[in-house]
């Protein structure tokens, strides 16, 4: 068991590089929104990208959580090949088809949803950006079924190093405003499926099996729904804050969000490497009991970690604030209590993630739509109930508990055909003592003095010490 975590933590690194330091261009990138754009810049960015992140879960039609699951098996090359060939040339005519539609009503799309239509070329270039990471990604997938993390890593981080050189110079330097963001993504968009087409050429096919493109829909299209309803979990409030309240709202929310993200990052570059590490040799009999125990473990550590980078962000969210936004600052700092909900919120997904243990394994993904569209449903409802009364911290707090709500469903419905051996021991220690240090904590979080930042950080501090003194670490 111990190899099989090492190799998932060697491979969670390796996808984190690429993932986590690639798409730290999110994070990175918000001082420069911070300091060079308005609020209701920023509020044009985040629907904008709250488009983008439905449509390209439209465009997916469900295939890459699917090729995942067929490619990390024991089938033939030319069964690999059949099936890789379908989905990308199924891809490619989806793509296709919706980004026309996009592009044809991009002056519709911006007067609705931006509240003008010269933002029209902005909906011009997501078209194309999203055809054109529609066709990268299932290349992408291809190096994680195949384990080739390091490759992934490499052109993830070029990727979206150039996706942030160009941002810092248009917006920066030349002064171009929101429109940049989506010029400098289109162009790292087009770099990343030059570089990783090579990739695909060994399994790319002019041939369509509809069979096969059958079999990857019947387990994959199931996480459409679920896709489209984490969308809503995480993005639906933009377009709920734009109707309840305004731009510069939204804006704020869109930057305090982001200073959340370090958390997903590692839970997506953790997702990357979780689902081949689980369908690795599951078809072996003698694997599927240290699998489970894998599991158990697993679950154990990143809770560990993963409210250690809670109370991080909740410790440090002014001083983070103060540094990215500048003279710009005081706008922003009104949104500080969004920074440990949403981390927080992301820690759950993890344990979401690690949960599809179960699902992978078994290849039961129906129930995903139902407990995914739950959450959707409660954090639809929490929104357009409390936006207009507390303003956008309510979306905030929608995120959390529908992330905690999917986890508990997802927790009591694998449990019954894929049940893991919890440490559920340690981890009550460990929820314990983060629980103690944030109520100790809590009193001191707006104390910007010396001493009061000190203070803060012996209290994070103790987290690990209680935890010693409880025999955590202890075999």
């Known amino acids: 068991m111990f190899s099989r975590i090492k190799s998932l933590a060697q ?29 209701a810049d920023n509020g044009i960015l985040s629907l904008a990208f709250a488009f983008i992140g439905f449509s390209a879960a439209l465009y997916s039609l469900g295939l ?95 990727q979206h190093t150039l996706q942030l050189g160009l941002t810092a110079y248009f917006i920066g330097i030349l002064g171009r405003g929101p429109i940049a963001v989506f010029e400098a993504n289109l162009i790292s968009s087009v770099f990343a499926l030059l570089v990783m087409f090579p990739v695909g050429l060994r399994m790319i096919r002019p041939t369509f099996d509809v069979r096969a493109l059958r079999d990857l829909l019947r387990f994959g299209f199931p996480f459409v729904p679920s896709a489209f309803s ?26 305090t969000y982001k200073l959340g993200l370090p958390i997903f990052f590692v839970v997506k570059a953790f997702r990357s490497a979780w689902a081949p590490a689980v369908l690795d040799e599951t078809e072996d009999e003698n694997t599927e009991e240290e699998t489970r125990q894998m599991c158990a473990r697993v679950t ?11 109370l991080i962000l909740a410790t440090f969210a002014h001083e983070i604030i103060v540094l990215i936004a500048g003279d710009n600052a005081e706008t922003y700092l009104e949104g500080i209590r969004v920074v440990p909900i949403v981390g927080l919120a992301f ?28 959450g959707a449903c409660v954090n639809i409802a929490i929104n357009i109930f409390l936006l207009p009364k507390i303003g956008f911290i309510a979306a905030a707090y929608s995120t959390l508990i529908a992330h905690v709500l999917m986890a508990v469903l997802l927790f009591l419905i694998v449990r019954r055909f894929y049940p893991v051996p919890y440490e559920y021991r340690r981890l009550g220690k460990i929820c314990v003592a983060g629980a103690v240090v944030f109520v ?32 955590f670490f202890t075999p």
């Open 440 to 471: 100790v904590l809590s009193p001191h979080l707006h104390d910007t003095s010396i001493e009061g930042v000190i203070a803060r950080v012996i209290f994070v501090a103790g987290y690990p010490l209680i935890l010693w003194g409880w025999r």
């Open 64 to 158: 890459n959580p699917a090729l995942v699951r067929l490619l990390s098996g024991k089938t033939d090359l030319g069964k690999h090949r059949a099936a890789f060939s379908s989905a990308f040339w199924a891809l490619f005519a989806t793509g296709v088809i919706l980004s026309s539609l996009v592009w044809t009503n991009a002056g519709s799309l911006a007067h609705h949803l931006l509240g003008s239509s010269d933002y029209s070329a902005i909906f011009e270039l997501i078209a194309a950006i999203v055809l054109l990471d529609a066709l990268s990604e299932p290349l992408f997938t291809l190096c994680r079924a195949r384990q080739r993390s390091f490759h992934y890593a490499i052109v993830r981080v070029i």
């Open 11 to 39: 491979h969670t690194a390796v996808y984190g590089m690429g993932d986590l330091l690639g798409r730290a261009v999110s994070i990175l990138l918000v001082p420069i929104y911070a300091r060079h754009l308005t609020s």
């Open 230 to 255: 984490f969308l809503i979990i995480s993005l639906s409030d933009r377009f709920l804050i734009r109707f309840f309240l305004d731009l510069d709202n939204l804006g704020i929310y869109g930057i």
């Open 347 to 374: 820690f759950f997904h993890g344990l979401y993630i690690i949960l599809t243990a179960g699902v992978y394994a078994e290849g039961r993904a129906g129930s995903l739509p139902f407990i995914v569209g739950t």
């Open 300 to 310: 154990t550590y990143f809770t560990l970690f993963g409210i250690l980078g809670c």
